[in-house]
């Protein structure tokens, strides 16, 4: 286990927010975990977990201990004549852990190249992209109690994965409540991927990507490889432009209300969910509001994508948490004035 007091977080972030943490505790397996949670300075606080600090928004040093997970390992654990289950230590790089899959000859994890992060922060938010969520190929977890240090395993229905959610985003706040925020870490992933693959290109990029390739029947490394191609041309590379990604959640509305937002604005980009309702593009919605390039102070509106909030201070003069918020804020009033709609941040803000 690696201790450090007062602690720089600004290269743990992919904002690039230059907060500190009172301690931070870098551990790379389960014993040293344990060791971490019995710490002087640990114990008695509840920890902020910390994987690839991509989905988070620092507003201030962070005054409790910080535990990152750097707990390493992938393996193929079983393989059946329906699946394979491959098991993936929280601390792996999630990408890594795509590309890897991929060299093992194990397709199901390419609509899910390239998201930042941490293979232990996944089950978080359930993290999607390109018509999958984790949910599609998860198959069940290993977690350890904050207060006890006991480990216990977590199956699908477990981690009552929503949109952007999961029972590791809840606080229990009475003995029997749902939500394991504060009270869990994830140390170990286990995922099941589906025999025979079967591709998913339903989104319209990668319709288009067939189209204009010819590639009528892609494989896994092909759309892998359109994966990456598409979100370089749309996302800023954190390594050059501090952000956490989708700054907001694409609301869901009924499709009556859907159908009275049209009547007014007849080109707002919608899609149909299974359950009638519709779900609405939040980036749409930010770009007709006019904040597409927009900056206040030194947090800024990515130009070529709306949703993406962005730090314009670089390493040297970083963005502030407070800025961030401050335009992200602005943003949810102007949306909600325009459209009556309120966006919910998916990053989280501590
Ligand atoms: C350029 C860019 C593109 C992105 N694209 C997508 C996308 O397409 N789809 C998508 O879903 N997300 C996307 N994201 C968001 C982000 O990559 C994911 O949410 C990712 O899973 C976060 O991983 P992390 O390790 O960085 O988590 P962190 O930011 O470190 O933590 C996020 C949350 O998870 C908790 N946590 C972290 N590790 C653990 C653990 N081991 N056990 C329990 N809790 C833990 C933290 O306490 C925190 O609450 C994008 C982000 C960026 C910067």
Same mark, same amino acid.
């Given at each position: 286990?690696? $201790? /450090?007091?007062? &602690?720089?977080?600004? !290269? %743990?972030?992919?904002?690039?927010?230059?907060?500190?943490? =009172? @301690?931070?505790?870098?551990?790379?397996?389960?014993?040293?975990?344990?060791?971490?949670?019995?710490?002087?300075?640990?114990?008695?606080?509840?920890?902020?977990?910390?994987?690839?600090?991509?989905?988070?928004?620092?507003?201030?040093?962070?005054?409790?201990?910080?535990?990152?997970?750097?707990?390493?390992?992938?393996?193929?654990?079983?393989?059946?004549?329906?699946?394979?289950?491959?098991?993936?230590?929280?601390?792996?790089?999630?990408?890594?852990?795509?590309?890897?899959?991929?060299?093992?000859?194990?397709?199901?994890?390419?609509?899910?190249?390239?998201?930042?992060?941490?293979?232990?922060?996944?089950?978080?938010?359930?993290?999607?992209?390109?018509?999958?969520?984790?949910?599609?190929?998860?198959?069940?977890?290993?977690?350890?109690?904050?207060?006890?240090?006991?480990? $216990? /395993?977590?199956? &699908?229905?477990?981690? !009552? %994965?929503?949109?952007?959610?999961?029972?590791?985003?809840? =606080? @229990?706040?009475?003995?029997?409540?749902?939500?394991?925020?504060?009270?869990?870490?994830?140390?170990?992933?286990?995922?099941?991927?589906?025999?025979?693959?079967?591709?998913?290109?339903?989104?319209?990029?990668?319709?288009?990507?067939?189209?204009?390739?010819?590639?009528?029947?892609?494989?896994?490394?092909?759309?892998?490889?359109?994966?990456?191609?598409?979100?370089?041309?749309?996302?800023?590379?954190?390594?050059?432009?501090?952000?956490?990604?989708?700054?907001?959640?694409?609301?869901?509305?009924?499709?009556?209300?859907?159908?009275?937002?049209?009547?007014?604005?007849?080109?707002?980009?919608?899609?149909?969910?299974?359950?009638?309702?519709?779900?609405?593009?939040?980036?749409?919605?930010?770009?007709?509001?006019?904040?597409?390039?927009?900056?206040?102070?030194?947090?800024?509106?990515?130009?070529?994508?709306?949703?993406?909030?962005?730090?314009?201070?670089?390493?040297?003069?970083?963005?502030?948490?407070?800025?961030?918020?401050?335009?992200?804020?602005?943003?949810?009033?102007?949306?909600?004035?325009?459209?009556?709609?309120?966006?919910?941040?998916?990053?989280?803000?501590?």
């Amino acid at each position: 286990m690696f $201790f /450090e007091s007062h &602690a720089s977080l600004q !290269a %743990f972030n992919t904002f690039g927010i230059a907060a500190r943490a =009172v @301690a931070l505790l870098r551990v790379a397996d389960v014993v040293g975990l344990q060791a971490a949670l019995r710490h002087p300075l640990v114990s008695g606080f509840t920890p902020l977990l910390l994987g690839g600090g991509s989905n988070i928004v620092l507003t201030g040093d962070v005054k409790v201990p910080v535990i990152r997970i750097e707990i390493k390992g992938m393996q193929l654990v079983e393989e059946t004549a329906k699946a394979w289950i491959v098991e993936m230590g929280a601390g792996e790089s999630w990408h890594d852990c795509v590309r890897w899959t991929l060299d093992q000859g194990i397709p199901g994890l390419e609509n899910l190249a390239l998201i930042p992060g941490t293979v232990g922060a996944a089950p978080v938010q359930n993290i999607g992209a390109y018509g999958v969520e984790l949910q599609d190929r998860f198959e069940s977890l290993t977690a350890m109690d904050l207060h006890t240090g006991r480990s $216990f /395993e977590l199956d &699908a229905a477990q981690c !009552a %994965f929503g949109y952007r959610d999961s029972i590791f985003k809840h =606080v @229990a706040t009475a003995p029997g409540d749902f939500g394991l925020a504060g009270r869990a870490v994830i140390t170990h992933v286990r995922l099941r991927l589906p025999k025979p693959w079967k591709p998913v290109l339903g989104y319209l990029d990668l319709e288009r990507k067939c189209q204009e390739s010819g590639v009528v029947r892609p494989d896994a490394r092909q759309i892998f490889e359109w994966v990456c191609d598409i979100r370089r041309a749309k996302l800023p590379d954190p390594r050059q432009i501090g952000n956490a990604g989708s700054f907001f959640k694409n609301p869901t509305v009924s499709a009556d209300q859907c159908a009275d937002i049209i009547a007014r604005e007849p080109n707002i980009v919608h899609y149909q969910l299974a359950d009638g309702r519709i779900k609405l593009a939040a980036g749409w919605l930010i770009d007709a509001c006019g904040w597409k390039g927009k900056t206040i102070g030194r947090a800024g509106v990515y130009e070529k994508q709306a949703l993406v909030l962005v730090n314009r201070g670089g390493v040297e003069d970083p963005v502030t948490g407070g800025e961030v918020m401050t335009l992200a804020r602005a943003i949810q009033t102007s949306v909600y004035e325009r459209f009556g709609i309120r966006l919910e941040p998916e990053p989280v803000v501590i």
